[in-house]
């Protein structure tokens, strides 16, 4: 399901454990690091979606989360030319995906890449909240980047994680500096 801008539906799950660590996931069979995502296929919500990727890829069921929040509008990021299929009907330019933020209210050991036929993942760990926004492939790094930045304030509401936070334009907050 593309839509007449040739954006592919999507949603993207961040998955945090107690501490604040987000899931990153190692697709498989390359050295390649994302957040669980996928399609939304017609028919279905974007929860409806959420819940079906987070099985898929990651073995878990509705209970075994709780949905800390989402993002408030589509995020959208363009697919390089070079990944473009312009044979394919209609053309996927890239994706806009809904973002959700998820706590893991289970044992870690509930995690199973293996539930799908086709597995996405073959290694996983636990992060540091701002780390997939530089680690992500080049052309996902700012979707991450809003994605994370919106989200933030619902998993940390006392802001002690926004001296990591990324700046617009890739820079970082220089530590322990007093200036401006």
């Known amino acids: 399901m593309i839509d007449s801008n040739g954006f592919r539906p999507n949603v993207g799950i961040i ?16 050295n390649a690091w994302q957040f669980p995502q996928g399609g939304i296929k017609q028919h279905e919500t974007a929860e409806d979606a959420l ?9 878990l069921v509705p209970r075994d989360v709780q949905v800390i929040g989402a993002t408030s509008g589509w995020l959208r990021y363009h697919l390089p030319r070079h990944l473009v299929r312009r044979h394919q009907r209609p053309v996927c330019v890239g994706q806009k995906q809904q973002w959700f933020l998820l706590r893991l209210l289970v044992a870690e050991s509930a995690v199973r890449l293996d539930v799908s036929d086709s597995p996405e993942f073959d290694d996983w760990r636990w992060v540091d909240y701002w780390r997939p926004a530089w680690d992500v492939v080049f052309f996902k790094r700012h979707v991450y980047r809003k994605a994370l930045r919106e989200l933030a304030p619902l998993l940390f509401p006392d802001g002690s994680l926004d001296r990591d936070r990324p700046l617009e334009g890739g820079a970082r907050r220089q530590h322990g500096s007093s200036g401006s």
Do not use: A
Request: glycine share 20%; hydrophobic share 30%.
């Open 15 to 30: 998955l945090c454990n107690g501490e604040g660590r987000v899931f990153w996931g190692r697709r498989i069979g390359q």
């Open 51 to 59: 819940y079906r990727e987070l099985h898929e890829e990651v073995g």
